[in-house]
């Protein structure tokens, strides 16, 4: 166990600094040094959930981040094509883990902002 769990740090640590790269259960596999079949036990033993539906949090998370911040002159294409190789498909992901399209919450974000 402790073993799988150092993999699933290694994993996660490699994910996050790699967020706006393709990223896939291969490249989990060689970070880790587990099968895919063990990687999925073990993401799911420690976090709950797949390693690619961990990787598809992280990036609707940072994705909000950057939203949320409001920077002047940022679109919710420039956000969405960063972490998603399908701008459609990050919508409706977005809207389905938050509640409302990311255009609303970047409007939000510059109006607090004035």
Known sequence: PRASQAAVDAVCEHVLA????????????????????????AFQQRLGCSPLGWVLEQRLQAAREELCAG???ATVTQVAVRYFSNPGRF?????SR?????AATLTRARSRRG
């Open 18 to 41: 790699h967020l706006d790269s393709r990223l896939s259960l291969s490249d989990m596999e060689r970070v880790s040094g587990l099968s895919a079949r063990s990687l999925q036990y």
């Open 71 to 73: 920077r002047h002159g």
């Open 91 to 95: 919508s409706s992901q977005y809207r």
């Open 98 to 102: 938050f509640g409302e399209l990311p």
